[in-house]
């Protein structure tokens, strides 16, 4: 185990810790306003306002939760590519594990009124953010840490996918398992580039298709 992995492993499982907490306001709270607040308190706020302090602290690099430049070609191909696998793996996948797994989920996120500026703000806004946060954590930092530990990289991407789909507890079995394999196809572009930019694209682009349309 490289030096500091130990701390790198806590600051991946402290900065999950928010995200599953948060989806306790998917099953109790049922007005909208009150759950956008939470939500971007909870797992948007805390956790950017924590990777900042600790970047600019200097006990991690940006790059260590993947922020790093990419050429224009890998960040087109990466950003498109996953965008079209991840699409493909919700839209698709999840209808079968619908069927394969039980589907019942414990709540979900409350209906933005029609019409609604708060809704439309979040829709755009609050998923790319998501995008960002989820990123940065669950395939930079995770992937960072994971590789720092010493773990085969087959464990990486298990421990990983396994992680990310689980902070989407709330939303049932096959959602879990659908994020997570969404999650592990992730894994790879920063596996192979080292960067999370061409995905923070790619899950906006998912989740903007999946509430969007």
């Not at 039980?102 to 998923?127: C, K, M, Q, R, T």
């Not at 530990?149 to 990486?156: K, M, R």
């Amino acid at each position: 185990m490289a030096r500091g992995a130990g701390w790198m492993l806590g600051l991946y499982a402290g900065l999950t810790i928010p995200f599953l907490l948060n989806d306790f306001a998917n099953i109790y709270v049922k007005d909208f306003a009150a759950w956008v607040t939470i939500d971007y308190g909870f797992a948007k706020a805390l956790p950017l306002l924590v990777i900042i302090a600790v970047c600019l602290s200097g006990r991690l690099a940006w790059a260590d939760f993947g922020i790093a430049r990419l050429p224009a070609i890998l960040l087109i191909y990466y950003g498109l590519g996953m965008s079209v696998l991840g699409t493909l793996l919700d839209q698709y996948g999840l209808p079968l594990f619908t069927i394969l797994l039980p589907s019942e989920g414990l709540g979900g996120i409350p209906s933005a009124p029609d019409g609604s500026v708060l809704g439309w703000v979040d829709l755009h806004f609050g998923l790319f953010m998501t995008g960002v946060l989820e990123e940065l954590i669950f395939r930079g930092l995770a992937f960072t840490a994971l590789t720092r530990a010493g773990l085969p990289t087959w464990v990486v991407f298990t421990v990983s996918s396994i992680v990310f789909g689980m902070i989407h507890w709330s939303l049932g079995v096959a959602a879990v398992a659908t994020t997570g394999l969404i999650g592990a196809v992730f894994m790879v572009g920063m596996w192979r580039t080292g960067s999370v930019l061409p995905l923070i694209f790619a899950h906006f682009v998912v989740n903007y298709i999946f509430f969007g349309f």
